[in-house]
């Protein structure tokens, strides 16, 4: 799905040779500093190589519209935003950011009820926690039914629970949807319980992938 | 009583600088230590209306359109120039072309619209009505954009990890910074608003005293006042809405990316 060719940014990535396959449940692992969240962020164009070319289902990231390529490969970042307004407003951002139709308010529950976000449509979303904040986030990404879902390790300020429930819905979502998800964690144990690939990065060192036999 | 307006005797300005003895022997006494400042500010506000007044004199006389077309210059060029010396933000060249370019368009179409629609003056580049209401114009359009760049690069800078959460979801650059255009444009336009509340009321507004004083009937000041306010509410918000959907487009580079700041 996504191959990398001599890709250099900065000297934060150095990478000669990699792909990422579909339909799989990739971890982007290393050390803290190692560049694991600008690797996917390269993933959907916030940032482009200085060097080297980024092939995406057969084309050049360059050559992709970076709007659109956005509406299919999403990024849930480390710590999402939320938006002011009620817990429905920032459900339905995603869908009207990409210009597709809202959705009922049922399908927003049901998506609630899969996060295990126990709020109402109406609450306020500034107010809910830091925990609560990145499920409402999550909820929204899985709304927008992305092909390629980028997630990077949610924020260490969250609980360990909670972390681990996002991983796993998103795993879920994933491997029931036939999607793909590249997923950056610090934790060895998380990239060898969930995924089926396992990529080492490292500005210094070349690129090491693992198979985790499932 | 006569409605000529009565002329000042050299003497008589000199007995206005009693003004500002008055205001360095307060700074001396409580050793406020201003007096530099107060005596450069004095000297330069005389050299430079002297000066002003006998460039307007020479341009009155001239009937000479180049004159007027010289002058509108020299005006748009200090004004796009004290933009970019008052924003404490660091401008790029983009932004700063776009700030000339909004600047510009967004003047001279009001005041073009102003002179020939709405006063019809004669001949058409009559420097009389053409300088004093470019000046008016410029000058209140300038502090609007002033404070459009202001909002721009801050809500650019503090609201950066929103902007780029809503690229993330899909957002075009433009949808990503709406909220940071419309306030950048809501803050720029509000002081001209605030102003015309104000007028007539708490102050009489420059232009009007100067044609009360000058012996012009209150009533035809007033209309002239009403009309060149119009005017400066259609040229800040013209020029600032160009700035800003203009402006907010150089944060991004051409692959719908933010730019970084230290780039």
Do not use: C
Request: proline share 4%; net charge neutral; hydrophobic share 45%.
């Amino acid at each position: 799905m996504y191959r990398f060719e001599n890709v250099r940014f900065r000297d934060i990535i150095n990478i000669d040779k990699l792909t990422i396959s579909e339909h799989l449940v990739t971890s982007i692992v290393g050390p803290s500093g190692s560049g694991k969240t600008t690797f996917i962020r390269l993933l959907n164009k916030l940032i482009s190589p200085d060097e080297g070319e980024i092939i995406y289902m057969g084309k050049p990231l360059m050559e992709w519209d970076s709007v659109e390529l956005r509406r299919r490969v999403v990024m849930l970042p480390q710590q999402p935003a939320i938006y002011s307004g009620t817990v429905k407003d920032n459900l339905l951002k995603g869908l009207l950011y990409s210009e597709r139709e809202p959705v009922s308010d049922d399908v927003l529950l049901k998506v609630l009820e899969s996060v295990k976000l126990n709020k109402d449509l109406e609450d306020n979303a500034e107010l809910l926690s830091g925990g609560e904040k990145q499920r409402l986030a999550l909820g929204r990404v899985l709304l927008m039914e992305p092909d390629v879902l980028l997630l990077d390790e949610p924020s260490s300020a969250l609980d360990d629970k909670t972390e681990l429930m996002i991983i796993e819905e998103v795993v879920e979502y994933t491997r029931r949807n036939n999607k793909t998800l590249v997923m950056v964690t610090h934790s060895n144990r998380i990239a060898e319980d969930f995924s089926d690939r396992i990529i080492k990065i490292s500005p210094d060192e070349p690129v090491q992938v693992r198979e985790v036999s499932r | 009583m006569s409605n000529d307006i009565m002329n000042l005797q050299l003497w008589q300005i000199g007995a206005a600088y009693v003004f500002i003895a008055l205001l360095l022997v307060i700074v001396r006494k409580r050793g406020i230590g201003r007096e530099r400042e107060i005596l450069i500010a004095s000297i330069r506000m005389t050299l430079q209306l002297v000066l002003v007044g006998y460039v307007l004199v020479y341009i009155f006389e001239s009937t000479n359109p180049l004159m007027t077309i010289l002058a509108i210059a020299v005006m748009e060029a200090f004004a796009i120039d004290n933009i970019f010396k008052r924003t404490q933000e660091k401008l790029t060249g983009r932004l700063k072309k776009i700030i000339a370019f909004s600047m510009v368009t967004g003047t001279l179409t009001s005041i073009f619209y102003f002179l020939f629609v709405v006063i019809r003056i004669y001949p058409w580049f009559n420097p009389q009505y053409f300088i004093p209401i470019a000046g008016m114009i410029i000058g209140n359009s300038m502090t609007g954009i002033s404070l459009g760049v202001k909002g721009i690069a801050e809500g650019m800078r503090n609201k950066r990890a929103l902007v780029e959460s809503s690229l993330m979801l899909g957002a075009t650059p433009a949808r990503a910074s709406r909220e940071i255009v419309n306030s950048a444009f809501d803050s720029a336009i509000l002081p001209t608003i605030n102003s015309m509340v104000g007028m007539g009321i708490v102050s009489l507004p420059g232009m009007m005293t100067g044609q009360i004083l000058s012996g012009t009937s209150p009533l035809i000041a007033t209309k002239y006042q009403i009309a060149i306010m119009l005017g400066i509410v259609g040229s800040v918000a013209l020029s600032v809405i160009l700035f800003v959907i203009l402006g907010y487009r150089t944060f991004f580079n051409q692959e719908d990316q933010l730019i970084h700041l230290d780039e």
